[in-house]
C-alpha cells in the first residue's frame, strides 16, 4: 500500500498576522534535518538544529536558491552503511500529535536517480516513496502529514531503505494535541490519520510555513482547485472579512480562516480525491453561510454524497445561522476504488463548501511489547551493535517490514503484541557483553552469539525457561556457569572455546544424556563431569572450592559450639559457689590459725592475772 500524500509547494501570498491563539497544548518540535545551526524563518517558527536521529550523513539540495525556506535546502539521507533501517527518535509526553514531514530529492547526490523508501510512525507503515518520483516532486519537495498517539513517551519514525536506496527527509514538524479531535473518543486511540487532502475551497496554500495564518494544530491548508471535476471546475469563490463564530474551539480547533472563503456553483459540486483502496476513510465537512444573500432556512440545501451514498442534507442557516461554523463527519468503509468522490447535490438554491478534510484510518500495527523493547535496547548497547545492522525504533514493528537484523518475532499469545523468539548473531565482530535485562525476553528460544569477542560472566538471567538452543561458542566468557541455567529447557548447550571455570552443574550436562547436544571443550578451568577433570576437594581454580569453603563453614561452627559450652560449663560452677555458701580451703586454713591465736591469748591473760594475785611464777619452759 502506498500511504503516500503529497503537498507540492506553492508561491502563496503572504498574509497579515493575527494575535496568538489560546491553546492549552505546549509541546512542539521543529527539526531542520540535516542542519547544525537553528533558525528562525520567515513565519516566526523557531526551527531547532538536526536531532534525535540514530545515523545517516547530512547534505544539500543542489539548487539551494529554488527553495525559499532555510528548513526546506538542508537533508538528513540514510545510506546503507547506516543500517536498513533509522529513524528519528523524540521524547514527548504521552498524547495526540500533528507530525508533518517535508522530503525533497533535488539530485543531491548528483545520481539523478529519486530514492524508494518507506516511514513508519510508532511502528506502523504510513508512507511510501517509489521511484521514479513525477519530475515536479523531485525539484520541489512535497510535505506529507498525519495525526498519531504516542504512548510510550517517545515518537519513533522511522525510515526503510529498499535495495540500497537511501530514504531522506529535509523537515520534521511534531506539535502536541487535543487527543479528543476528530472523534477519537468514538474511534479510539489504536488508529493513525494520514491525510490524503485538506482543502480550503476558494484559497492558495495557507497555515504555519505557507503564510502567516495561524493554525492551532499547525495544520497547512491547500487550494481545492487541482481536485474539482467536472462543471466543478468553474465553481465561484466567495470569501468575507466577517468573523465567523463557532471557530477555534476544542477538540479541533478549526481556524476561522477557513471559514472565510468558500466556492459555490448552480448545480452539482463535485471532488474527487484519490487515495489507496482496501482502508477506511475519515471525511470531514466544513460549511459556514458567509453570503449575506441567503438570509433564511431554507434558502440553501443540499445533500452530501460520498461515493454516491447520500451522507446528509445540509441547511447551514437551519443549523447555525449566518457566519457561524458547522461541520460534520462522515466513515468510508474499505473503499474498493482508488478514488473517492464527494458530491454536494442542491435541493434548494446552490451547494456551497468552505473546506473538506479526507484521512486514511490506518490501524495502528502491533508493536513489541514494551519490556521485551527495552531487554533488546539493553543488548543493543551491551553487545556493541554496529549500526550497520539497523537495531532502531521498535525491535520487530512494523509487521510489513523484517524485524531488526537477525531477530525473530512473533505474535505473543492473545495476540496482543510481538515477543522476540531468536537472536542470530554468531560472526557479527561483537564486543560487549551480556545485559542481564535479557532475562525479560521471557519468550527466547534459540540465542546464537557465537564466534564474536564477548566477555564478561554469563548473566544469572540468561537461564529462561523458554531457551532450548544457546551457542555461545568462540568468545571470552568468563566465570563460572549459572545455575539457572539448568532450570531451562536447553536441548543444545555450546559453550565451548571461552575462558569458563569451576564446576559444571550435573544437571546442565545431563543435556547430553537425554539425546541433546553440548559441547564444553577449550575452557581449562571447567570441572566436574566427564570428560572434563575432577574438582579438587578443598582448592579449585587457584582459590577454595565449593567444598572447601563448607568444611570451613563446619570447622568454624564446631570450634564456636566447644567454646560455648566451656563457658556454660565454667557459668554454671560458679554459680553453685555463690548460692550454696561453700568456703575455698585458703578461708578455712586461715580460721583455723585465728582460732589458735585467740587461744593462746587466752592462756596468757590467764598467767598474767595470777601473777598479780602473788602466785609463783612457774616457768613456762622449765627446762
Not at 162 to 177: D, F, G, Y
Not at 225 to 235: L, M, P, T, V
Not at 300 to 322: Q, T, Y
Amino acid at each position: 500500500m502506498s500511504f503516500l500524500v503529497l503537498f507540492l509547494l506553492s508561491l502563496a501570498p503572504l498574509f497579515h498576522s493575527s494575535s496568538p491563539l489560546p491553546y492549552p497544548y505546549n509541546t512542539s518540535f521543529h527539526i531542520d534535518c540535516g542542519s547544525s545551526t537553528p533558525s528562525t524563518d520567515s513565519y516566526n517558527i523557531s526551527w531547532l538544529p538536526d536531532k534525535f536521529f540514530t545515523g545517516g550523513s547530512t547534505s544539500v539540495v543542489s539548487e539551494p536558491l529554488h527553495f525559499h525556506l532555510q528548513h526546506e535546502k538542508t537533508l538528513r539521507y540514510f545510506p546503507l552503511s547506516s543500517g536498513k533501517k533509522n529513524c528519528y527518535n523524540i521524547p514527548l509526553p504521552a498524547g495526540r500529535y500533528y507530525i508533518r514531514t517535508f522530503t525533497v530529492y533535488d539530485n543531491y547526490d548528483g545520481k539523478s536517480h529519486s530514492p524508494s523508501f518507506d516511514a513508519s510512525v510508532e511502528g506502523t507503515l504510513v508512507f511510501s516513496w517509489r521511484s521514479p518520483w513525477p519530475e515536479s516532486l523531485t525539484r520541489d519537495g512535497a510535505y506529507s502529514d498525519l495525526f498519531a498517539f504516542v504512548k510510550d513517551g517517545q515518537l519513533d519514525l522511522c525510515f526503510y531503505s529498499i535495495a540500497t536506496n537511501p530514504p531522506v527527509i529535509a523537515s520534521l514538524e511534531v506539535v502536541q494535541i487535543d487527543p479528543l479531535s476528530y472523534n477519537s473518543a468514538q474511534t479510539g486511540d489504536s488508529y493513525i490519520l494520514v491525510n490524503y487532502g485538506r482543502l480550503s475551497p476558494g484559497s492558495s496554500q495557507w497555515g504555519p510555513g505557507f503564510t502567516s495564518d495561524p493554525d492551532a494544530f499547525g495544520r497547512s491548508w491547500q487550494s481545492d482547485s487541482d481536485y474539482r471535476a467536472g462543471k466543478s471546475e468553474s465553481a465561484k469563490v466567495i470569501t468575507t472579512k466577517e468573523k465567523i463564530t463557532g471557530t477555534e474551539k476544542a477538540p479541533n480547533y478549526f481556524p476561522m480562516k477557513l471559514y472565510q472563503s468558500a466556492v459555490t456553483i448552480e448545480g452539482r459540486l463535485e471532488y474527487e480525491l484519490p487515495v489507496d483502496a482496501k482502508l477506511d476513510y475519515l471525511v470531514w465537512f466544513h460549511f459556514a453561510e458567509i453570503d449575506s444573500t441567503v438570509k433564511k432556512a431554507g434558502e440553501r440545501v443540499f445533500d452530501v454524497l460520498v461515493n454516491d451514498k447520500n451522507v446528509s442534507r445540509v441547511d447551514i442557516l437551519k443549523e447555525v445561522g449566518s457566519f457561524a461554523a458547522y461541520s460534520l463527519n462522515y466513515t468510508e468503509k474499505n473503499l474498493s476504488s482508488s478514488v473517492l468522490n464527494v458530491k454536494l447535490s442542491p435541493v434548494a438554491g446552490a451547494p456551497l463548501i468552505c473546506g473538506l478534510e479526507n484521512y486514511a484510518m490506518v490501524s495502528a500495527d502491533l508493536a513489541t511489547v514494551p519490556e521485551q523493547v527495552v531487554a533488546m535496547k539493553a543488548l543493543k548497547d551491551s553487545l556493541c551493535v554496529p549500526d550497520r545492522m539497523g537495531w532502531n525504533g521498535d525491535p520487530c514493528a512494523p509487521t510489513d517490514w523484517d524485524a531488526w537484523e537477525g531477530v525473530t518475532c512473533h505474535t505473543n499469545k492473545n495476540g496482543t503484541g510481538l515477543v522476540i523468539t531468536q537472536i542470530e548473531l554468531g560472526s557479527q565482530g561483537l564486543k560487549g557483553y551480556i545485559s542481564e535485562q535479557i532475562s525479560l525476553l521471557s519468550n527466547l528460544i534459540n540465542l546464537n552469539l557465537s564466534t564474536n569477542s564477548l566477555d564478561g560472566t554469563l548473566p544469572i538471567g540468561l537461564g529462561l525457561k523458554s531457551l532450548a538452543r544457546l551457542d555461545l561458542s568462540d568468545n571470552q566468557f568468563s566465570g563460572s556457569i549459572p545455575e539457572s541455567l539448568t532450570s531451562s529447557n536447553l536441548q543444545l548447550v555450546r559453550l565451548n572455546n571461552n575462558l569458563l571455570e569451576g564446576r559444571v552443574p550435573e544437571e546442565l550436562y545431563s543435556v547430553g544424556v537425554h539425546g541433546g547436544t553440548i559441547d564444553l571443550s577449550g575452557n581449562k578451568g571447567l570441572c566436574g563431569v566427564p570428560p572434563l577433570p575432577d574438582c579438587p576437594l578443598f582448592w579449585e581454580n587457584g582459590r577454595l572450592s565449593k567444598g572447601g569453603k563448607i568444611a570451613i563453614g563446619l570447622s568454624c561452627f564446631l570450634f564456636v559450639a566447644v567454646l560455648l559450652l566451656v563457658i556454660y560449663l565454667f557459668c554454671i560452677r560458679r554459680g553453685r559457689n555463690d548460692y550454696d555458701f561453700g568456703l575455698p580451703s585458703d578461708l578455712i586454713f586461715a580460721a583455723k590459725r585465728n582460732r589458735y591465736q585467740r587461744q593462746k591469748s587466752l592462756m596468757l591473760l590467764e598467767m598474767e592475772s595470777q601473777h598479780a594475785k602473788g602466785l609463783p611464777s612457774v616457768p613456762l619452759n622449765p627446762h
